[in-house]
């Protein structure tokens, strides 16, 4: 994630913090995307050395800048492993903001024109990264509560649980309307509901948290791989090229790796991008059965209804009902539907049937066939199968 260490063999690792210049550690400038690797070095300067509308997909966990005072402690006075490093400490607001524009100015010019960008952060940083991202050009199209299902408690009962943290997902620009968003997909996986933009998932724990030989945590924010998932699944394909600046214990890689997307990480630190490889190798990609990209109805080609009748896959005289059986229609050899003395498309004579402004009139006429209902959309699906065949 957001850390340099540096120091001699045997001796107390020194942290290597740069605010305002340029890193102590100076990575290798690729000639081309590094797919499937991680870059050691300053995330900026790696970033000025790929090429230009380059990556389908940015995820980026920056320092969240939390201004912890002291060391924090339980009620028994146990001491609480938090994230207290120099990496995460800045001298001002200033200092912080301008480390923010960086990063963000130089991870928009490597994105394609309907690339998207996820940022992690928490009530200590997003809000300034959310008005410099709006600043830089970047299109904000939601943002996403991930609420923790096991936060860790308020010990000093001074302020709310911190239970949450926010992610803004944004386009390159507004003009990047064509971005990818999986939404019949996300939708088939939650029980044909709409997702939500609260998330409720737990922290990283148990086996998935990496951990060194005596037991301590490799990296103090790894974050759980269901969240990188989610993200993943929703705003990319398989193939595409995920971006990690701040690339951390890997999980970015391990998940990129396992859904078929390839990824290019930055990492300062030489010890997390060792400990990241290593994670990303033992990770078995899942079949292409399992991953392959569901086809959004919004791409799939136009199908008049007409076509339908054109076909002879209905019939003209054909009586329609709703999935209740409540109103009927007569299918025209036209195209058109017949109910009563009006005459219309399915959609208009849906919605004059219900009474309502708009209809889908695909999924709302139904057809009978050996006994059952099926809705007409199923007729275009046989004639957009045909049509995909002959592309073939």
Known sequence: MRIARAGAAGSKSQIQVTRTGTSTVRPAVPRTLPLDDIIIGDCVEALGGLPENSIDLIFADPPYNLQLEGG?????????DAVDDDWDKFASFGDYDAF????????????????????????????????????????????????????????RGRRFTNAHETMIWASRSAEGKGYTFNYEALKAGNEDCQVRSDWFM???????????????KVHPT???????????????NPGDVIFDPFFGSGTTGAVARRLGR???????????????????????????????AVPAKRSEPRVAFASVVETGLIAPGTVLTDEKRRHTAIVRVDGALAFG??????HKIGALAQGLPAC???????IERQGRLEPIDALRSTIRAEMREAAE
Not at 117 to 125: L, Q, R, T
Not at 264 to 269: F, H, K, L, N, P
Not at 341 to 346: D, L, Q, R, T, V
Request: aromatic share 10%; net charge positive; glycine share 6%.
């Open 72 to 80: 924090l402690s339980r009620p028994d006075q146990s001491v609480v």
């Open 341 to 346: 003395n009006m005459i219309g498309s399915i």
């Open 202 to 216: 737990p922290i990283c724990t148990g086996a998935e948290r990496l951990k060194d030989d005596n037991g301590r």
């Open 360 to 366: 889908n009139g695909w999924t709302f006429w139904h």
């Open 222 to 236: 790894q974050k759980p791989e269901a969240l990188l998932a989610r993200i993943m699944l929703a705003a990319s």
């Open 262 to 292: 390839h990824y290019v990480g930055v990492e300062r630190d030489e010890t997390y991008a060792k400990a990241a490889r290593a994670r990303i190798a033992a990770v078995e990609p899942l079949p292409k059965e399992a991953i392959a």
């Open 100 to 155: 923010t524009r960086r990063w963000l100015s130089a991870a928009r010019r490597v994105m394609k024109r309907d690339a998207t960008i996820f940022v992690i952060g928490s009530y200590h940083n997003i809000f300034r990264v959310g008005s410099i991202m709006q600043d830089l050009g970047f299109w904000i199209l939601n943002d996403i509560v991930w609420r923790k299902a096991n936060p860790m408690p308020n010990f």
